[in-house]
């Protein structure tokens, strides 16, 4: 199957192009853990992060956020020592500090997504060369944010955000899933029409 640019030929990536990037998630668990990883990842490669998603729901309670957001500092300084994850003080601190700003939101999902209109944009890149780093729907959720109470969540951890969770659709044309995706997306909001 012809996959895009940066997928490898890892089963793990492999599974995670084809089945969950860029598939539209509503869903207010799922969307958490996400914005929580795309947090994780920053400095490191997404491959890096998708091979301790596991082990991070281990021992961040499933991204259950308000027992997230109830994370003591002891709790924090034994994931420290877990060479499972990423061993980042500020990045635990950050999933304890954005579960707690989750919880304030009235409504998460309808909020993030209100950043693309509520429905999935789809793009129709043809290159690598053509696929973007942030936009501005990715600057102002990332202000949004922000001005929310979340930490790591700068416009490109943003962006990656909204491509993984399919608020935007940028498998390239020359992948298999752009067919699939664009097709099933309903009410779909192409990009030509923005």
Known sequence: MPRCFWCSEDPLYQAYHDEEWGVPLRDPQRLFELLLLEGFQAGLSWFTVLKKRERYRQVLFGFEVA?????????????????????????????????????????????????????????????????PATTPEAKTMSKALKKAGFVFVGPTICYAFMQACGMVMDHTLDCDRHVELAGSSAGQVPAADR
């Open 67 to 131: 027992r997230l957001a109830r994370m003591s500092d002891e709790e924090i300084g034994e994931r420290l020592q877990d060479p499972g994850i990423i061993r980042n003080r500020r990045k635990l601190e950050a999933a304890r500090q954005n579960a707690r700003a989750w919880l304030r939101l009235e409504e998460p999902v309808g909020w993030l997504w209100s950043f693309v209109g509520g429905m999935p944009r789809i793009n129709r890149f043809r290159t690598p060369a053509e696929v």
